[in-house]
Structure formats: C-alpha cells, structure tokens
C-alpha cells in the first residue's frame, strides 16, 4: 500500500546543499502526511520535517528551521527536502516516512509514522 524509495543523498561541503527526493509507488500519497527523519552515527532517530496531508502544515525540528524545507507533489506522489547551509552536524541516514492514520495532523512525532524507506546518506565535509 506504502511504498518509499528515497534519492538524492550524498557528500557536499558545509555551507552547500541537496534536496532529497522520496517517491511513493503506493496509492495512498495524497491522504498521509509525511516526514524525513534522520539518524546519525550513534544517535536516536529525529524527525527534523514534516508536512501534513494537504500541506497546509509544517513541522521543523530547531536544527531544521530556515535551512531546510519540506514540500509534497501529489501529482508525482513525491516528497522532498530541500536542505541548505548544510553543516557537518547534518551527516546521517535520512528516512522518508508516511504516516500510518489517514487524513491525519501534522505528525511531530516519530510514532506517527508507519511507513519508512530505506534511507539515502548524506554527508556533510570538506
């Protein structure tokens, strides 16, 4: 029903960025809301965005707001973060998630969300 594959991941430099693509082949897109969390070396996991169904909401964590953005295509049943001023702090796995109850609020939390993808690594050095 929820499929996520992830794209866009990779090395920059502190102070570039990336935006990181999330595609879902299932048919439910448009009615969850969706996240990107990240998980770092040795670190829980973070939710650091994420847009609610109609992307009439957004959530940021304090690490994400004014560098990162979160945006959804429902056209292309497509998610994306765009992340600039990236710093090394930033390196880690990062995960799009759906959210398992349709129709929801915006999810600012990890238990809301049901669905993952693999993962996409981005690495932030010079």
């Known amino acids: 029903q929820v499929r996520l594959v992830e794209s866009g991941g990779g090395l920059v430099q502190p102070g570039g960025s990336l935006r990181l693509s999330c595609v879902d082949s299932?048919?439910?897109?448009?009615?969850?809301?969706m996240g990107w969390v990240r998980q770092a070396p040795g670190k829980e996991r973070e939710l650091v965005a994420a847009i609610g169904w109609s992307s009439g909401s957004t959530y940021y964590a304090h690490s994400a707001k004014g560098r990162f953005k979160i945006s959804k295509d429902d056209d292309k049943k497509s998610l994306y973060l765009q992340m600039d001023s990236l710093k090394p702090e930033d390196t880690a796995v990062y995960y799009c998630a759906s959210q398992s109850q349709l129709y929801g609020t915006v999810g600012a939390s990890l238990r809301d969300y049901g669905y993952w993808g693999q993962g996409t690594q981005v690495t932030v050095s010079s």
């Open positions: 299932g048919d439910t897109f448009s009615s969850r809301g």
